[in-house]
C-alpha cells in the first residue's frame, strides 16, 4: 500500500514539474510558431533570479515566484517585439518562420547562458527551502515539491480554462490552428501571438523558480530543460495546455515506475519508447490534430 | 531541404562565432615572459566542475607567481602570460584549441583542461609537441597502459578502481570492528566514471566477502533520485554508496534526508567535497563520506586554502583544487630545476624529481602520483581523508553516520 501512494506521488510530483518546463514553451511554439531555443535559459535565469534573492537578500522564493510572472511576461514580450517580430514580418508567419526562430534564439541562448556565466560563473547553485518532509499516507516527500505541483496543476488548469472558455482564449486558439484565416474574423494575429509568446516566458519563469527549490543547477544546464520540454510537447500536441500536462505527467509516472519497479538505468529509454509509440499511434501528438 | 542544410550551416557559423567571442585573455603582454595556455570549460556540460575547479586555481597561481616577479628561470624572473580558450566542454573544440595554442600563439607551456574525456582528447596533440601534460582532473584506470604511449602525460588522481578499492578497504575493517554488517546498496552513474568505480567496488567487495542488496545505475541528468533511495531504504542496508556527479550528490544526499534513510555508512560521490556541499547541508553533513579527501589540518592546507579564498576569489573544494594547484606548483619547479624553458628538460625534471608542493613532498613512479586521498569524511565541518588509513594526517572513519536533523 505505502508503495502505491509512493509511486503515485514521485510519479505524479515528477510529471508535475515536467508539465510545468513544458507549458511556456506549448504556448510559445504551438501558438506564437517560434521554436524557441533559449527556454530553458530563461528557467535557468529565473532559478538564478530566485537564487539570488534567497541567498543574499533573503527573499521568500515564493515573492520571487509572485515577481517572477510579471517579469518573465515583460522581458519576453520584449524579445518578441525586438528580435522576432522582424523575423515575424519578413516570413509572413509562414513555414519559414520555425526555422528563421530556430536561428535567431539559439543565438539568444548564447547570450542569455553568456550573462549568466559572466553574473554567477559557471558552478552549481542550489540552496534550502521548504525542503522538510511531509508524510503522506506513509511516503515521505518535501514541501517544495508539493508546492511545485499544486502550482502546476493551477497554472494548467486555469490556462485551459482561460483558452476553451473565454473569448481571448477563443482568439488564442484561431491565431494557434489557423493562422492564415484568424485575420479575417478581425483577429490582430501579432498581437495575439506577441501576448501568448510574453505569457509562455512568464510561466517558464516561474517554472524556473519553483524548480530552483530542489534542483542543482549551473548556468549551462538549460538545455536540457529545453529538450524535456520539447519532448513533452510534442508527445501532447504542439500547442495544447492539457496536452502538455497530461504529457509530462505520463512521462514523470512511467519514469518513476520503471526506476522504482524495473531498473532505474531504464528511464531514459522509457521515455523515449513512450514518446515513440504515442507518435507512432497520433502523429500529431496526444491532443494534437493534424494540421495542413 | 535546403531549408535544413542552411539551418546546418548557420549554427555551424553561429558556434565558430561563439568561439572567436570567447577568445584570447592576454594578460601580462611583456617582453620576456612564458607563455602559458590552457582551455577551460566555461560553458557546456563540464562547466560547473571546470569553473570551480580549474578557473579559481590557474587564477589564483599566476597571480602568485607575477606578485614575486614571475618564475625564475636560469638567471632571471619571467612573469607569465596567459592565453585561455573556452573550449564549451567539447573535445574537438578542445583538441582545435591546443592546436593553435602550439602552432599560432607558440605558448611555451600548457595547463591541463578539466575531465578526463578532454585531457585524453588532447593527450596525442600535446604528445606530438612534447608539452609537459600534468592531467589531475582525469581519472582512469588505463593510466598505466596511457603512460607507456604518451611520454609527456603525468596523472595525480589515480584509477577509478582504485577509489571503489579504497572504499571497500575501509570498510572491510568497519566490519571487522563490528560496527557494520554485509549489505550494501550501490547506484552509480551510467558513464566512463560510475562504470570504473562501481566495476572496481564490485570486485573488491567480492574479495571482501561484501554483499550488494542493491546495485543500480542511472542515466545521465536524472533529476528525481527518490526511487532510487526510497528503494534502497526498503531494503535496510548498512551500507550506502553512490558513485554519483554533483548535482546527483546532492539530490541523493537531498532525497535520502527527506526519506529519513539513515544506513551506517552514507558515501556519495563527486560533489561532496565542494564548498557547495557544505552550504546547501549544513550540519547535516556530519560523517557524509565521499570520493577524495584532504589532510585539513595540515597548516599547508590552510594556507592553500587562504591564497584560494584571496586571490582564485572561490573557496576551494576539499579535494581536486589542491592537487590541481600541486601540479602547477610542480610545473614550476620543474622549470625552475631545469633553468631552462626546453619542455624536453622540464618533462625529464618532473619524471624524476621529489617536489615541495601544498600536498606536501610529491614524486611520480611511472608518471603516475599514488600516495593519494581516496576516501574522505566530513567531521566536525571539514572533510578529511579517511583512505588509505596509513596516509599521514589520515582520520578515523566515525560510524555510524548520525540521523538527519531537521532543516
Known amino acids: 500500500m505505502q508503495l502505491i501512494v509512493e509511486l503515485l506521488l514521485f510519479g505524479l510530483t515528477l510529471g508535475g514539474l515536467y508539465a510545468m518546463v513544458a507549458m511556456g514553451l506549448t504556448l510559445q511554439y504551438g501558438v506564437a510558431r517560434i521554436m524557441h531555443l533559449a527556454y530553458g535559459e530563461w528557467l535557468i535565469a529565473a532559478a538564478f533570479g530566485a537564487y539570488a534573492a534567497f541567498t543574499y537578500w533573503q527573499v521568500n522564493p515564493l515573492i520571487t515566484l509572485a515577481l517572477s510572472l510579471p517579469v518573465g511576461f515583460a522581458v519576453n514580450w520584449l524579445v518578441y517585439q525586438v528580435l522576432l517580430s522582424p523575423l515575424v514580418r519578413r516570413t509572413q508567419a509562414g513555414p519559414a518562420l520555425e526555422v528563421d526562430s530556430l536561428l535567431a534564439t539559439f543565438g539568444l541562448l548564447f547570450v542569455v547562458q553568456g550573462v549568466m556565466v559572466v553574473l554567477f560563473g559557471g558552478s552549481y547553485h542550489s540552496y534550502n527551502f521548504a525542503a522538510e518532509a511531509v508524510n503522506i499516507g506513509g511516503a515521505l516527500i518535501a514541501r517544495n515539491r508539493l508546492i511545485m505541483f499544486g502550482l502546476t496543476v493551477l497554472a494548467g488548469l486555469s490556462i485551459y480554462l482561460f483558452l476553451s472558455r473565454t473569448r481571448a482564449g477563443a482568439a488564442v486558439r484561431a491565431v494557434a490552428t489557423a493562422p492564415g484565416n484568424a485575420p479575417l474574423v478581425g483577429i490582430d494575429v501579432r498581437k495575439v501571438s506577441a501576448i501568448t509568446f510574453a505569457v509562455g516566458g512568464a510561466l517558464v519563469a516561474a517554472g524556473g523558480v519553483l524548480a530552483s527549490m530542489f534542483l542543482t543547477f549551473s548556468a549551462s544546464m538549460g538545455v536540457i530543460f529545453t529538450m524535456k520540454a520539447l519532448i513533452v510537447i510534442i508527445m501532447g500536441g504542439v500547442g495544447n495546455?492539457?496536452?502538455?500536462?497530461?504529457?509530462?505527467?505520463?512521462?514523470?509516472?512511467?519514469?518513476?515506475?520503471?526506476?522504482?519497479?524495473?531498473?532505474?538505468?531504464?528511464?531514459?529509454?522509457?521515455?523515449?519508447?513512450?514518446?515513440?509509440?504515442?507518435?507512432?499511434?497520433?502523429?500529431?501528438?496526444?491532443?494534437?490534430?493534424?494540421?495542413? | 531541404m535546403s531549408n535544413r542544410r542552411q539551418f546546418i550551416i548557420r549554427s555551424a557559423v553561429l558556434g565558430g562565432a561563439a568561439a572567436v567571442m570567447g577568445a584570447p585573455a592576454l594578460l601580462h603582454a611583456q617582453a620576456a615572459s612564458i607563455k602559458i595556455g590552457y582551455t577551460v570549460s566555461k560553458t557546456g556540460p563540464n562547466a560547473g566542475g571546470a569553473t570551480s575547479q580549474i578557473t579559481p586555481v590557474y587564477k589564483m597561481w599566476v597571480r602568485e607567481v607575477n606578485d614575486a616577479g614571475g618564475i625564475q628561470v636560469g638567471g632571471r624572473r619571467m612573469p607569465l602570460e596567459v592565453i585561455e580558450y573556452d573550449d564549451r566542454s567539447s573535445s574537438e573544440e578542445a583538441v582545435r584549441a591546443y592546436e593553435r595554442l602550439a602552432t599560432q600563439d607558440k605558448v611555451d607551456f600548457v595547463l591541463a583542461p578539466w575531465s578526463t574525456g578532454i585531457n585524453l582528447a588532447i593527450a596525442p596533440t600535446l604528445n606530438k609537441y612534447n608539452y609537459p601534460h600534468l592531467a589531475v582532473a582525469a581519472i582512469t584506470d588505463m593510466a598505466p597502459q596511457l603512460v607507456k604511449r604518451w611520454g609527456n602525460i603525468f596523472f595525480v588522481q589515480g584509477g577509478g578502481s582504485m577509489y571503489g578499492e579504497a572504499l571497500m578497504d575501509i570498510l572491510d575493517v568497519q566490519r571487522k570492528a563490528g560496527l557494520i554488517g554485509s549489505n550494501i546498496a550501490m547506484v552509480s552513474i551510467a558513464d566512463g566514471f560510475g562504470v570504473d568505480l562501481s566495476g572496481g567496488a564490485r570486485k573488491a567487495a567480492a574479495k571482501h566477502g561484501f554483499k550488494f542488496v542493491y546495485d543500480k545505475s542511472y542515466p545521465v541528468g536524472t533529476q528525481d533520485m527518490s526511487p532510487l533511495i526510497n528503494e534502497a531504504k526498503a531494503l535496510n542496508p548498512d551500507v550506502f554508496v553512490a558513485f554519483s556527479y554533483p548535482?546527483?550528490?546532492?539530490?541523493?544526499?537531498?532525497q535520502a534526508r527527506v526519506s529519513s534513510f539513515n544506513p551506517k555508512v552514507f558515501f556519495v560521490g563527486i560533489?561532496?567535497?565542494?564548498?557547495?556541499?557544505?552550504?546547501?547541508?549544513g550540519a547535516n553533513v556530519e560523517g557524509i563520506m565521499g570520493v577524495g579527501g584532504t589532510n585539513a589540518d595540515d597548516p599547508r592546507f590552510k594556507e592553500f586554502y587562504k591564497k584560494h579564498v584571496e586571490l582564485g576569489g572561490a573557496e576551494p573544494d576539499r579535494f581536486t583544487n589542491i592537487n590541481i594547484y600541486s601540479s602547477l606548483q610542480i610545473l614550476q619547479q620543474a622549470i625552475e630545476r631545469a633553468g631552462t624553458l626546453d619542455r624536453a628538460a622540464v618533462i625529464a625534471e618532473i619524471k624524476k624529481g621529489t617536489f615541495d608542493t601544498a600536498n606536501g613532498a610529491m614524486?611520480?613512479?611511472?608518471?603516475?602520483?599514488?600516495?593519494?586521498?581516496?576516501?574522505?569524511?566530513?567531521?566536525?565541518?571539514?572533510?578529511y581523508g579517511v583512505a588509505p588509513a596509513g596516509k599521514p594526517g589520515a582520520r578515523k572513519v566515525l560510524l555510524p553516520k548520525p540521523a538527519w536533523k531537521p532543516v
Open chain 1, 241 to 292: 495546455m492539457l496536452g502538455a500536462v497530461v504529457a509530462g505527467l505520463l512521462l514523470g509516472m512511467a519514469e518513476t515506475l520503471v526506476a522504482r519497479l524495473v531498473d532505474p538505468g531504464l528511464t531514459l529509454a522509457v521515455n523515449y519508447l513512450l514518446f515513440l509509440s504515442v507518435l507512432l499511434w497520433r502523429p500529431a501528438g496526444l491532443f494534437g490534430r493534424p494540421v495542413r
Open chain 2, 247 to 254: 548535482p546527483d550528490t546532492v539530490a541523493l544526499t537531498e
Open chain 2, 271 to 281: 560533489g561532496t567535497a565542494f564548498p557547495m556541499f557544505l552550504k546547501r547541508f
Open chain 2, 363 to 383: 614524486k611520480f613512479t611511472d608518471q603516475q602520483w599514488r600516495d593519494l586521498w581516496f576516501t574522505g569524511q566530513w567531521q566536525n565541518g571539514q572533510y
